[in-house]
């Protein structure tokens, strides 16, 4: 399996919802990032994790609260949302943290709408 | 941190014409520069790749170039087709991150 898998592929949230993102890897890959992406920007890079414990991040609003429970898997939580975080939220992992060059892999995303 | 800019923000080509994207980075420590392409609503697709180590890469009809003493690379598409057209990202990485330019939007005319 090559894959990140990410679900939901759409979500709709109210404000005042509570919600969460997942994405699952199977390659045994030991780094797992969250990104965040509007419409013809590039991707922004929200939190990195590695070996299961976050070593970065990006200076994201505590609405946003990242979770790793194994290596395979990797949990966006999301509350009290704003109608400017709708965008496409991306998984991506790789092998290490180090020679990005080897693996990197994006998943297909989450497309969220916040209303 | 790297700062990579991306050039041009649009570009229109005839099909079968060639397209050229260039980018610029700032960290000299950079050691892989990957080339994503996006169709709407899809993720970003890695299409080409070239390291530090190598100055040319070509994968039939898309190459990419490296100067590293000038920190700049350029992606190359020769005989443009309709399917090309997309938005294009190029990367550069050092570490942990891939830092982005802020990406082409190619379109191809028939």
């Known amino acids: 399996d090559t894959e990140v898998t990410q679900t939901p592929k759409h979500l709709v949230m109210g404000m005042t919802n509570k919600k969460s993102l997942k994405c699952e890897q199977h390659m045994g890959h030991r780094a797992m990032y969250w990104y965040k992406q509007k419409a013809k920007k590039p991707p922004e890079l929200m939190f990195v994790?590695?070996?299961?414990?976050?070593?970065i991040n990006e200076s994201v609003p505590s609405r946003f609260s990242p979770e790793c429970p194994n290596s395979s898997l990797l949990n966006l939580h999301l509350h009290a949302l704003q109608p400017e975080d709708s965008a496409l939220y991306l998984c991506?992992?790789?092998?290490?943290?180090?020679?990005?060059?080897?693996?990197?892999?994006f998943g297909s995303g989450t497309r969220l709408t916040v209303v | 941190g790297e700062n990579v800019e991306q050039h041009p923000s649009t570009l229109s080509v005839q099909e079968g014409d060639s397209a050229v994207i260039k980018c610029t980075y700032s960290?000299?420590?950079?050691?892989?520069f990957p080339w994503y392409k996006q169709e709407l609503g899809k993720r970003p697709q890695l299409i080409i790749d070239i390291r530090s180590n190598v100055g040319e890469k070509k994968d039939q009809r898309i190459a990419v170039t490296l100067n590293k003493t000038a920190k700049h690379f350029s992606l190359h598409i020769t005989e443009t087709q309709p399917e090309d057209s997309a938005v294009y990202f190029c990367a550069a990485s050092t570490d942990y991150k891939l830092s982005f330019g802020a990406g082409t939007t190619v379109t191809v005319r028939a």
């Open positions: 991506a992992s790789s092998p290490g943290t180090a020679n990005l060059g080897y693996g990197y892999t």
């Open positions: 994790y590695s070996y299961e414990k976050l070593s």
């Open positions: 960290d000299s420590a950079s050691n892989y």
